[in-house]
């Protein structure tokens, strides 16, 4: 069991990361490359991303195990600012405390408590310039083959965990947010439950706590092992396992709307900036604009400026359409098309 403590500082310090974290979602999808289970979300992206790796994995292979701890040094906070920025932030990591993970590595998954360490990894707990040269190399060539060709698709599952969030924050504020996270996190005021390979407890101590979505998290809610570190939890958004459910309700809404604006108001969901609905719909940003306002003016969507970015969200119109669109599919998913 994880248990999260809060306290009133804490809950006023609860944030949402403004995007995906790419180094957390690096290091997550390669448990998803080794794990079998989830086989209807991540199917596709295994089997592709098998074809694409070389020798990438040897050195990841050693650092981060099919389940429990693998070093914190590994999802520096830069990541969510991009690739460079966190890969940067990882080989500035002092070695002192490189070699202190290392050694809590060996002890948690061989048992060795003299800070012996398997060869792959003496050179990085040696602090060996050329040795954090390669774990960079081995990440970034792994990022290529598993991370880059489907960062869209994570991106926009991310943004839609945060809209849905940011509903529950403008409902009921930070008790409401925690209350709504995915069902393996529970919210006992003032302490944030989880299923947890160990026991353990957090105590944020006026910290706050930043919560981060992840597309490669399954299962259980992550953390960092460190208590010294800022607090982060990251956990797994939603993943539909039918997507193929859709497919002709959203034939007949693209009838209505026509197919690319059928897609920009799907997007929209529980709410969307203009760029987040460009990257949801795949289409260009100057595209997904034009369609929101047509959308808006047929009394579809509604648009609220927020300083430089507007939002878009669903009026009671155009989530009826969109619902109908749905339990029309289901109907058809069901009982096969009907025919006179």
């Known amino acids: ?27 997550l999808s390669f448990h998803r490359l080794r794990d079998r289970r989830g086989s ?24 981060v195990p099919g389940r429990g701890y693998f070093p914190d040094f590994l999802t520096p906070s830069e990541g969510v600012h991009g690739l460079d920025e966190g890969l940067q932030a990882l ?14 590595l060996a002890a948690t998954r061989t048992g060795r408590t003299d800070g012996s360490l398997p060869g792959a990894l003496a050179g990085l ?14 990440l970034r060539g792994y990022h290529r083959a598993a991370i880059a060709p489907y960062w869209p698709r994570v991106q926009a599952r ?46 944020l101590d006026g910290r706050g706590l930043l919560l981060q979505p992840s597309y490669f998290c399954r299962g259980t809610a992550v953390v960092l092992r460190d208590p010294l570190l800022p607090p982060v939890l990251v956990y797994p958004v939603t993943h539909s396992e039918s997507p193929a459910v859709s497919r002709p309700g959203g034939t ?29 719909a795949g289409v260009s940003l100057a595209s997904a604009s034009q369609h929101a306002g047509v959308l808006r003016e047929a009394g ?11 939002l878009h969200t669903l009026t009671p119109l155009g989530a009826a359409l969109l619902g109908d669109a749905v339990r029309g599919a289901v109907c058809y998913a069901r009982n096969g098309p009907v025919t006179s």
Not at 2 to 26: N, S, Y
Not at 256 to 271: F, I, M, P, Y
């Open 1 to 27: 069991m994880l248990r999260i403590h809060f306290t009133g500082d804490d809950l006023a310090g609860v944030r949402m990361a403004a995007r995906p974290d790419v180094l957390w979602e690096t290091i």
């Open 91 to 104: 080989r500035a990591t002092p070695a002192t405390r490189i070699r202190g993970e290392l050694g809590l």
């Open 40 to 63: 209807t979300v991540y199917r596709e992206w295994r089997t592709t991303t098998r074809k694409r790796l070389n020798n990438e994995t040897r050195l990841l292979a050693a650092l």
């Open 300 to 310: 579809l969507v509604s648009t609220l400026r927020h300083g430089n970015a507007v």
């Open 125 to 138: 707990a040696e602090g060996r310039p050329e040795s954090l040269g390669r774990l960079v190399d081995a």
């Open 158 to 203: 991310v943004d839609a965990d945060r809209a849905v969030r940011g509903r529950a924050v403008l409902d009921g504020g930070a008790d409401e947010l925690l209350a709504t996270l995915p069902p393996m996190l529970r919210w006992r005021a003032p302490v944030l439950e989880a299923d947890y390979p160990a026991d353990r407890d957090v105590h």
């Open 252 to 280: 007949s809404l693209a009838k209505l709307v026509g197919q690319t604006r059928s897609e920009v108001l799907r997007a929209v969901g529980d709410g969307s900036t203009t760029s987040e609905l460009a990257r949801r």
